[in-house]
């Protein structure tokens, strides 16, 4: 994959800088990630990290906030003794995200690391609340960090990318003052979770796939991304967002994109950009019109007594909708979405629902062929075939061929956001969402928001905890798909 080019005669180092460095992603995502690079012995070799908080701290103390947190969310192998090596690349820094002069301490602290004849790395990492992006980033060029003699200078920025079309592009055009595109690594971790990664390679490197990956063959796609938490301590944030916003908009529709996707030209980080943006542009508009055929949104019971949701909510916490593609290989496929909160179980899996092409009678209606890809918790790959039951008279069964990845690895994949800053660290943008992606998302989350704008309670269907969401789910599909194979799985 395209790597930016750096200088190989000049001796680098990279520093990268987390703004949220006492924040729940740091402590459960970005530290345990950072420390498995570290032991794999894949990190630059001379790595450090600032870890910025608003709280007093000593770097001590917060060396000790971070190992007792990693040997509580780090669910691949810790040792104290590698972790305290670990540990002393990492710094805490104090800083208020809205006081200039701390930026100028920070810049002081950046120039007194400086050493003759080396040129540095920044990553700037900003894993906090999305009401900081713009003032963090405008600092960063105030305080004049931007200008520091680098070799290169990059910007990770987590979800949500905005609340809509517009305020995404106010959001951008305001970072984008301060850092090129190719400098901004936008994320959404779903795109480096392993087996969606699998699916190029499943796809273009299995001839028997790569041929029958169109209309022709499939029948309908089902995307699904389900949870057994309800919104816990986020309600604040969730009550405004709701699950079209918090996962459609951009998990599922990288899922979407992913699986729907031409062969790029290359697996460089734009050329696989560019197909996926395709995609995008080719989903069918999506009005008012048939609405019940297209979208249904749930809410569980109790979600209105969740702490910091407004009593009278009618926020979605799940959503399914029918998503079409416009071009040659996907015309008259439905590609359906489901996510929610508070269901039976947490999974997330792209089922492909082949063609019936059953010819002759055995007794029992031939089911189609089925390919599960399961992302998680599981992760592998599930063929459903048609078999004869071994007997005197004929009659069929139906098997799975299994791929368990987890089973022969022993659920050990890496976490995404290793991948994630591994690739960012070595300029691969790839699994990163470029601006025209997300604009693309945008505007079509927003018309299905605007959709149902002002009679949302009327289409809003009540779910109970742990269940598989409204009993509406069922017939929903029924139209162009045989089931939601997930939901109706017997196996
Ligand atoms: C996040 C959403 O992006 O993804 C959360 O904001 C959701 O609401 C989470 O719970 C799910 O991620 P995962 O990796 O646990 O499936």
């Not at 090596?85 to 809205?98: E, V």
């Not at 007194?112 to 405008?138: C, H, K, W």
Request: hydrophobic share 35%.
């Amino acid at each position: 994959m395209k790597k930016d080019k750096a200088s190989t005669d000049i001796k680098t180092r990279t520093t990268m800088v987390i703004f949220g460095g006492t924040g729940d992603l740091t402590h459960r995502k970005l530290i345990p990630a950072l420390y498995q690079l570290y032991i794999n012995k894949y990190l630059p070799e001379d790595f450090s990290l600032i870890s910025i908080g608003r709280r007093d701290k000593t770097t001590e103390e917060y060396r000790s906030d971070l190992l007792a947190s990693t040997k509580r969310f780090s669910t691949r192998n810790l040792d104290d003794e590698s972790f305290d090596t670990f540990s002393r690349m990492i710094t805490y820094f104090r800083l208020d995200f809205n006081n200039e002069k701390d930026y100028e301490r920070l810049h002081k602290e950046l120039d007194d690391r400086d050493q003759d004849g080396v040129l540095d790395n920044y990553m700037f990492y900003l894993a906090v609340s999305p009401d900081y992006f713009t003032e963090i980033v405008e600092n960063l060029k105030t305080s004049r960090i931007r200008k520091k003699k680098s070799n290169w200078q990059r910007l990770i920025i987590e979800k949500p990318f905005g609340q809509d079309l517009e305020s995404a592009t106010k959001l951008n055009a305001a970072i984008s003052k301060v850092f090129d595109e190719k400098d901004i690594y936008r994320i959404d971790h779903y795109v480096a979770k392993e087996m969606i990664q699998n699916i190029n390679m499943l796809r273009f490197q299995n001839a028997i796939f790569e041929s029958i990956w169109n209309r022709t063959h499939i029948n309908s796609v089902q995307i699904t991304v389900l949870e057994k938490e309800g919104v816990g301590t986020r309600g604040g944030y969730y009550d405004d967002t709701g699950a079209l916003r918090d996962m459609v908009q951009n998990h599922l529709l990288q899922l979407l994109a992913i699986t729907a996707m031409e062969p790029p030209k290359t697996l460089d980080a734009d050329d696989v950009r560019n197909e996926k943006v395709k995609v995008f542009k080719a989903l069918r508009e999506f009005t008012d019109e048939h609405l019940e055929e297209k979208l249904i949104l749930g809410q569980y019971s109790g979600y209105q007594k969740e702490d910091k949701v407004d009593e009278d909510s009618t926020t979605e916490t799940l959503v399914a909708t029918k998503v079409y593609i416009d071009n040659k290989r996907w015309e008259g496929v439905p590609f359906y979405l489901l996510t929610g909160k508070a269901l039976k179980n947490k999974t997330a899996q792209i089922t492909i629902e082949f063609k019936n092409s059953s010819r002759y009678h055995y007794g029992a209606n031939s089911e189609p062929n089925i390919l599960e890809i399961k992302i998680q918790p599981d992760e592998g790959i599930t063929l459903h075939l048609n078999v004869k039951q071994p007997g005197v008279i004929d009659k069929m069964a139906m098997v799975e061929m299994d791929y368990c990845q987890s089973c022969l690895y022993l659920f050990n994949s890496p976490d995404s956001y290793e991948k994630l800053i591994l690739d960012a660290i070595n300029g691969d943008s790839t699994l990163f969402t470029r601006w025209d992606e997300l604009q693309l998302t945008w505007k079509y989350v927003d018309s299905i928001i605007s959709s149902v704008k002002g009679s949302k309670s009327s289409y809003l269907r009540c779910y109970e905890v742990g269940s598989d969401g409204p009993p509406e789910l069922k017939s929903f599909i029924q139209s162009g798909a045989r089931h939601w194979w997930y939901l109706n799985r017997e196996y």
